[in-house]
């Protein structure tokens, strides 16, 4: 079973974009488990490199980990991404967390009203190393008024778009394993091959040092 997290970049309550992802993970297809992620305002202010991050951001980040791939929904405020989705990314890209992870996202509003969200939102995972699945990117205009007193939309319309999502992400391949650096396989591999060793660490003048470290 593949799983996907699903975050809104919206606080308010009755959001229709927390509505549209809640209803997302309670008819997700029986092949994902889709989880909606509760602790947008709770986050603190991103602190870079903060070595002991706070207890919510180390599981925003176990969350991330967990998951298979992520769907996002969020409006557009200023028009950029609101304050809060933006400092979540910036907790999730300092950890790394956000690196091969299979992404999406869900506009639930007509074109030209959160183009600049949406701008943003692909930039910041394209900066955080995350592979953006454009088939699983899609727009279903909603109306407000389609939320029931439940928090849900239950427009079955709109369910079947939302399973199609998430089939589509829940066929991601899996995100490859990151690459070593230079310098933790050299920390790892005392001896390096001729073919591997920098151009830098080259000493003609002392044979065989292009050989070990």
């Known amino acids: 079973m593949k799983r996907v997290l699903l975050i809104s970049g919206s606080i308010r309550d009755g959001s229709l974009h927390s509505a549209a992802l809640r209803t997302a993970a309670r008819f997700a297809p029986p092949e994902v488990e889709a989880t909606f992620y509760p602790g947008l305002s709770g986050l603190p202010a991103f602190l870079p490199g903060d070595p ?17 791939a992520v769907l996002f929904s969020t409006p557009e405020y200023a028009g950029s991404l609101p304050g809060s989705l933006k400092n979540l990314l910036e907790w999730l890209v300092d950890g790394g ?10 506009s639930v509003v007509t074109p030209g ?9 692909e930039s910041v995972l394209e ?79 002392f044979p065989g040092c292009e050989e070990s470290l």
């Not at 709109?158 to 089939?167: I, Y």
Request: positive net charge; proline residues 10%; charged residues 30%.
């Open 127 to 205: 900066h955080g190393g995350a592979r953006l699945l454009r088939a699983a990117c899609v727009r279903i205009p909603l109306d407000a008024r389609a939320v029931d007193e439940h928090g849900l939309v239950p427009d079955p319309r709109l369910r079947q778009a939302l399973q199609d999502v998430l089939r589509a992400l829940g066929r991601s391949p899996a995100a490859p394993r990151p690459e070593p650096s230079w310098q933790v396989r050299s920390s790892l591999y005392p001896m390096i091959t001729r073919s591997e060793t920098p151009a830098f660490g080259r000493r003609p003048d």
């Open 97 to 106: 967390l956000l690196n091969g992870k299979a992404a999406a996202w869900l």
């Open 52 to 68: 002991e991050p706070p207890a919510a951001v180390t599981d925003l980040r176990r969350r991330v980990a967990e998951t298979d």
């Open 113 to 121: 009203r959160d183009e600049g969200a949406r701008a943003g939102l």
